[in-house]
């Protein structure tokens, strides 16, 4: 028990010292790996050094479980990039092309994904708690059981979209395309909806709905 607590305790002091989330390394060189281009070897050296690589390229990279929080990635190309278990705390991705990037359990609280394409990404567990997604492009994105408490999708594309068991609780939703959307079990409470374009969406019957605003009015049928 009390090898357990020091670690513990041990763990904890690295991760203040660090500015990490406890469970999430801080980038090195080490992470850089040989094969990938010269390119993306040159902005993984500059976001190390800098915090910021605007327009940078990083597709296909590994970065799994790193301390990604504050960092400037506007525009950057991140197809295919490997962010799962990634903090990016209040990361700024406006713009930035995620397009089929593993994302799974990634802290995305109060980021900035304005604009984002996260076409087909994984999102599985994901935190993204107050994050604003306005205008991002999440078509056939799987956001299973992600918390999206407080985020702005204000005219988000979520056409074919898995939202399973996600939190939806005060997220605003306004002018969003929800076209064959999957909501099985997503919590709406206090969800703003209005404008939004839900043609063919699947489950909406068996998400939770207490104040929430629909495209035809308040909804409460889930309110306890």
């Known amino acids: 028990m009390r090898k357990a607590l020091f670690l513990f305790m041990v763990f904890g002091l690295v991760g203040l010292m660090c ?10 060189e080490s992470d850089i790996s040989d094969d990938y281009n010269e390119e993306v070897k040159k902005s993984l050296r500059k976001l190390i050094l800098t915090g ?13 479980g790193k301390d990604l929080s504050h960092k400037d990635l506007t525009e950057a190309d991140l197809k295919f990039a490997n962010l799962k278990d990634a903090d990016l705390n209040k990361a700024n991705l406006s713009q930035a ?28 567990d994901a935190k993204l708690t107050d994050a604003k997604l306005t205008d991002a492009y999440l078509t056939k994105a799987d956001l299973t059981g992600a918390n999206l408490k407080g985020a702005d999708l204000t005219k988000a594309d979520l056409t074919g979209a898995n939202l399973i068991r996600a939190d939806l609780t005060k997220a605003e939703l306004t002018g969003a395309n929800l076209i ?18 839900m043609k063919n969406i699947r489950n909406l019957d068996s998400a939770i709905k207490c104040k929430t605003i629909m495209p035809w009015g308040e909804e409460n049928s889930g309110c306890k």
């Open 52 to 64: 910021n690589c605007k327009e940078c390229p990083f597709v296909g990279v590994d970065i799994s």
């Open 180 to 197: 064959r959307a999957n909501l099985n079990g997503a919590d709406l409470t206090f969800a703003n909806l209005k404008g939004a374009n």
């Open 97 to 124: 092309d995620l397009t089929g990037a593993n994302l799974i359990r990634a802290d995305l609280t109060k980021a900035d994904l304005t604009e984002a394409n996260l076409i087909r990404a994984k999102l599985t």
């Open 19 to 28: 500015g990490c989330e406890v469970g999430t390394t801080a980038l090195s």
